[in-house]
């Protein structure tokens, strides 16, 4: 199977997530291995950026690419959240309504597409991701100053409604999708 430059990338973000972990759970978390896990973080996630605006801009959309990006999305979050909890940086029941929220709507989009209804990314689930990729890469960075610590609680917080925000949001617009066919 030839692969197209956005399935490439796609590809490379999932083969980031290793040496990404490596370096943030190795012992001895020193600021360089800080630095490249964040690094390599912020390239995982423009990578995410570049593939879809690149497959829809040049009509590169494949079945492997709707499949495999958001898994890699899912992935790269969650395994850093995982990470974090481990680093002490996240409590574990903030990290589950993060991924609980991944697998409601995971299933609620299998559900949908039985019913033959496709349910897109819309705003809120932008707007989520995008404070969750921030959050991460700020509690990485980890810099001992009171206002930063304050700006990365205030992030968090953000990160989390916008994912209970964005659950409640997808559910209610597409709450058709749940009733019983008769």
């Known amino acids: 199977m030839k692969m197209n430059l956005p399935n490439k990338l796609t590809v490379f973000r999932v083969v980031l997530i290793v040496p990404f972990v490596v370096c943030l759970l190795l012992p001895e978390l020193d600021a360089t291995r800080r630095y490249l896990a964040a690094a390599i973080f912020i390239v995982a996630s423009l990578t995410d950026l570049a593939d879809g605006k690149i497959a829809r801009k040049y009509n590169l959309v494949t079945n492997f690419g709707k499949f495999m990006d958001p898994l890699a999305d899912k992935l790269l979050v969650n395994g850093a959240l995982i990470c974090l909890i481990a680093t002490g940086q996240l409590a574990p029941w903030f990290v589950i309504i993060i991924i609980s929220r991944d697998f409601i709507i995971s299933g609620f989009r299998l559900v949908a597409s039985d019913n033959g ?11 989520k991701t995008t404070f969750q990729m921030v959050m991460i890469i700020m509690l990485i960075l980890n810099f001992d100053h009171p206002a930063y610590k304050m700006a990365c609680q205030i992030v968090s917080y953000l990160a989390l409604a916008l994912t209970v925000i964005s659950l409640a949001d997808c559910i209610w617009k597409n709450r058709e999708v749940l009733k019983e066919q008769h």
Request: aromatic share 28%; no cysteine.
């Open 117 to 127: 209804v496709v349910i897109a990314a819309d705003y809120w689930g932008k707007f």
